[in-house]
């Protein structure tokens, strides 16, 4: 079975070919980071006037370094939502009018859902796991039983812990994006910060809170530019001090949701991380540390299938197909779409999706 993937939800443009032997034939991302530089963040009119130019000829290469005919397809997937949602009609447009043209089911897939199953696609993990999905617009945990099949455990009260990453980021000049400005920063860090808050910390549920924290560091800095010692050092001391304390909380809210799994989800298989945020490697290290205190195995895709790309989509139409599911043409993009339909609703980014 193959699957051609298109993924078109914020500032990634991207086309891949992927199989049922988990192969990804081709995997194509045009980023869209120039862009919006100069704004400090994603246009929404930008990025969808981006995928309008670009899609086509994206997928055209896809196909070609693939060396496949679209009649050798077994269904067309683009991500449904959740995302800006001029970018998402624009992939999920691109994607039905292939699927109609060559007579191809189509999928719409759920950009989560694409994050989750991407440890089935590398590394072949089986249901249930925990995944902890952290990026620039979502943070959760949840139980992942099965395809379509998703518990929420917790999720932010506030912002996403990749938009705090963002924020961080431009309030100490470090530039955009953010995550991997701050990782760089905190690297050449002389003496990290130690004093900044833990939101949540220790609280008997599983949710987030990132907007305390961005606070604390707004005040650290604007208290150094007034002394005017916020220079160079400083800067990476400061970068060092968030993004500890950032890790810090999700590590913490992490074990905690393994001690809650392990009663949910007999079998439990593993501890899985994903999203544009699971690139980072010092979250890595720590939450491999909580995996194996917990018994459970750690999964983190490579760096380039952690961060937008279509070969988590083609491979969630995959799983989607081979169960006798696909979607009709109308299906009618989505700027929100949780992957816990049940959970309760929480008033922060992680569960606007």
């Not at 945990?141 to 395809?147: P, Q």
Request: charged share 20%.
């Amino acid at each position: 079975m193959i699957v051609l993937g298109i993924e078109s939800s914020c500032d990634e443009t991207a086309a891949a070919i992927v199989d049922s032997e988990r192969q990804i034939r081709a995997n194509l991302i045009l980023s869209q980071l120039d862009e919006h530089r100069p704004f400090g963040g994603v246009v929404p009119e930008v990025a969808a006037r981006s995928h309008l130019d670009h899609l086509d000829k994206l997928i055209a290469a896809a196909m070609q370094e693939a060396g496949l005919g679209y009649d050798q397809l077994d269904g067309i997937a683009a991500t449904g939502g959740p995302g800006l949602i001029g970018g998402v009609i624009v992939g999920a447009m691109t994607g039905k009018a292939i699927a109609a043209v060559h007579r191809k089911p189509f999928i719409a897939v759920n950009h989560l859902e694409g994050h989750a199953l991407t440890a089935r696609l590398t590394d072949n993990v089986a249901f249930p796991y925990l995944l902890l999905l952290v990026s620039g617009g979502h943070c959760q945990l949840l139980i992942v039983e099965g395809v379509g099949l998703y518990r929420r455990l917790g999720a932010t009260i506030d912002d996403a812990v990749g938009e705090a990453f963002d924020k961080a980021a431009k309030l100490l000049g470090l530039g955009y994006p953010g995550g991997p400005a701050v990782e760089r920063a905190a690297a050449q860090a002389q003496a990290p910060v130690t004093d900044l808050p833990r939101p949540m910390k220790g609280r008997a549920d599983c949710n987030f809170s990132f907007s305390g924290l961005k606070t604390a560091l707004r005040q650290r800095v604007d208290a150094r530019r007034a002394a005017g010692t916020f220079d160079a050092v400083a800067q990476a001391d400061l970068a060092a001090g968030f993004q500890m304390a950032a890790i810090d909380t999700l590590c913490d809210r992490t074990a905690q949701a393994a001690r809650i799994a392990r009663d949910l989800a007999p079998g439990l298989s593993a501890l899985v991380v994903a999203g544009g945020v699971a690139a980072n490697l010092a979250l890595r290290a720590r939450l491999q540390a909580i995996a194996a205190t917990a018994g459970l195995a750690f999964v983190a895709p490579p760096g380039r299938l952690c961060t937008d790309n279509a070969a988590m989509i083609a491979w969630a139409g995959l799983e989607r197909l081979r169960l006798g599911e696909s979607s009709s043409l109308d299906f009618a993009p989505r700027p929100r779409w949780p992957l816990d339909q049940n959970a309760p609703g929480l008033s922060g980014a992680g569960v606007k999706a």
